[in-house]
T-cell receptor, first 106, second 116 residues
């Protein structure tokens, strides 16, 4: 089993839609979880850290389920500017998921 | 906001040549990383560096690769004898610490390596 696995995507959604991505991890001892966003041919940028209690930042909500070993990212009211690849990162910068491509269409 | 700086932005080299990719991490950061991303593929971890030594490396980081922090500011990745399959975008990243509040990875804008 890969260390980090993500929904393969791509996700194509209309503006205003709600979309959710999941990411599973294999190491139950993992302590640190993050969502990064990567635009085409650009460097990844931190979107959110994922805390045990879950956390919200505007339209974005991240949750952690330790029992099932996955993290999720929910985007509400999608904007065109949300179109990007979303990377799940586990284990302090070592474990990167393959990314989920999101395209938001008018 | 402070930045990680990478040079050059694009490097073209002949197969078999040595290349050195350069990075200037953020000045008060202690942890340094190299990643690569082949076009259309995922970001792949290569190596992490802390306290002047490699702390972790992936299977990709074989004997052809080495890292160095020659002075207080630069962090370099050397590929001794480049292969065609080394063509990729190479990202450097740094972070301040491994505490919960300072684990944010800052990435440079990358060096696109093209091996001909």
């Amino acid at each position: 089993r890969k260390e980090v696995e993500q929904d393969p995507g791509p996700f194509n959604v209309p503006e205003g839609a709600t979309v959710a991505f999941n990411c599973t991890y294999s190491n139950s001892a993992s302590q640190s979880f993050f969502w990064y966003r990567q635009d085409c041919r650009k460097e990844p940028k931190l979107l959110m850290s994922v805390y045990s209690s879950g956390n919200e930042d505007g339209r974005f909500t991240a949750q952690l389920n330790r029992a099932s070993q996955y993290i999720s990212l929910l985007i509400r009211d999608s904007k065109l500017s949300d179109s990007a690849t979303y990377l799940c990162v586990v284990k302090r910068g070592v474990g990167f998921g393959a990314g989920t491509r999101l395209t938001v269409k008018p | 906001e402070p930045e990680v700086t990478q040079t050059p932005s694009h490097q073209v080299t002949q197969m078999g040549q040595e290349v050195i990719l350069r990075c200037v991490p953020i000045s008060n950061h202690l942890y340094f990383y190299w990643y690569r991303q082949i076009l259309g593929q995922k970001v792949e971890f290569l190596v992490s560096f802390y306290n002047n030594e490699i702390s972790e490396k992936s299977e990709i980081f074989d004997d052809q690769f080495s890292v160095e922090r020659p002075d207080g500011s630069n962090f370099t990745l050397k590929i001794r004898s480049t292969k065609l399959e080394d063509s990729a975008m190479y990202f450097c990243a740094s972070k301040e610490s491994e505490s919960a509040t300072n684990e944010k990875l800052f990435f440079g804008s990358g060096t696109q390596l093209s091996v001909l």
